[in-house]
């Protein structure tokens, strides 16, 4: 109780731990007069106190003095009325900076993840058009070099890094073997340029197209087999 009242808490009553600690002190008072009456008795008079009652006597007294000692010499002190007033207000003062600090800390933390998933959404975003732009607009020349045009300028603008569009010779007629080379051209690029999230980004375009690509092999493999 005490403990509480001196931070300033008010799960207590001033008013009424004062009167509790009054009575406290008064009770050990009174143990206090009483252990010191027990001690004398028989000591005078004509009916004095046997060996066994004056040793018992002498033990009744030592254990109200060691408990006495242990409990009202411990005995905290309570704030007055003016300090509890203080204490009160400065417990109120720090427990509002506290959450004021923790709100902040909230709202920086929610502006942190939503600039990590807008910038998250813009990479999905610019690798999906780089996607899209490889696998609806190539163009090739009569030697057989691809000759597309810049989807880097288009999907990654003014954002930083851009792969250089480099002509790469045309393995096969399959537009998907041409796209998963442009594809790989970008890899090495980003890899080289040690950005990280591109390259995950674009093995994952690979990876899409390679199974698709796969996909279609297997299931011309099956319709011929079939016409057989």
Same mark, same amino acid.
């Not at 690029?189 to 990876?207: C, G, I, P, T, W």
């Given at each position: 109780? +005490? /403990?509480?009242?001196?931070?300033?808490?008010?799960?207590?009553?001033?008013?009424? &731990?004062?009167?509790?600690?009054?009575?406290?002190?008064?009770?050990?008072?009174?143990?206090?007069?009483?252990?010191?009456?027990?001690?004398?008795?028989?000591?005078?008079?004509?009916?004095? +106190?046997?060996?066994?009652?004056?040793?018992?006597?002498?033990?009744?007294?030592?254990?109200?003095?060691? =408990?006495?000692?242990?409990?009202?010499?411990?005995?905290? &002190?309570?704030?007055?009325?003016?300090? =509890?007033?203080?204490?009160?207000?400065?417990?109120?003062?720090?427990?509002?900076?506290?959450?004021?600090?923790?709100?902040?800390?909230?709202?920086? &933390?929610?502006?942190? #993840? /939503?600039?990590?998933?807008?910038?998250?959404?813009?990479?999905?975003?610019?690798? *999906?058009?780089?996607?899209?732009?490889?696998?609806? *607009?190539?163009?090739?020349?009569? /030697?057989?070099? *691809?000759?597309?045009?810049?989807?880097?300028?288009?999907?990654?603008?003014? #954002?930083?890094?851009?792969?250089?569009?480099?002509?790469?010779? +045309?393995?096969?007629?399959?537009?998907?073997?041409?796209?998963?080379?442009?594809?790989?051209?970008?890899?090495?690029? &980003?890899?080289?340029?040690?950005?990280?999230?591109?390259?995950?980004?674009?093995? *994952?375009?690979?990876?899409?197209?390679?199974?698709? =690509?796969?996909?279609?092999?297997?299931?011309?493999?099956?319709?011929?087999?079939?016409?057989?």
């Amino acid at each position: 109780m +005490a /403990d509480s009242l001196n931070l300033g808490e008010t799960a207590y009553n001033l008013d009424m &731990a004062t009167d509790v600690r009054m009575k406290l002190l008064k009770m050990y008072e009174i143990m206090d007069i009483i252990s010191k009456k027990i001690l004398v008795l028989g000591m005078s008079g004509e009916n004095r +106190a046997t060996q066994t009652e004056q040793r018992l006597q002498r033990m009744i007294r030592q254990y109200v003095t060691s =408990y006495l000692q242990d409990n009202m010499v411990t005995l905290q &002190a309570l704030p007055s009325r003016d300090q =509890y007033e203080r204490l009160k207000l400065e417990r109120e003062a720090a427990i509002a900076r506290r959450l004021e600090k923790q709100k902040q800390a909230a709202i920086e &933390a929610q502006r942190q #993840e /939503d600039e990590r998933r807008e910038n998250e959404k813009r990479k999905q975003e610019r690798f *999906s058009f780089m996607t899209h732009q490889l696998s609806t *607009s190539p163009s090739h020349s009569r /030697d057989g070099v *691809s000759t597309e045009r810049s989807v880097a300028k288009e999907s990654v603008g003014k #954002e930083g890094w851009e792969p250089t569009q480099l002509p790469v010779a +045309a393995s096969a007629s399959d537009p998907m073997l041409l796209q998963m080379d442009i594809i790989r051209n970008y890899i090495q690029q &980003a890899r080289n340029a040690q950005k990280l999230d591109e390259v995950k980004m674009l093995e *994952s375009n690979l990876h899409e197209l390679q199974s698709e =690509y796969w996909k279609q092999k297997q299931s011309n493999v099956q319709n011929k087999i079939n016409q057989l």
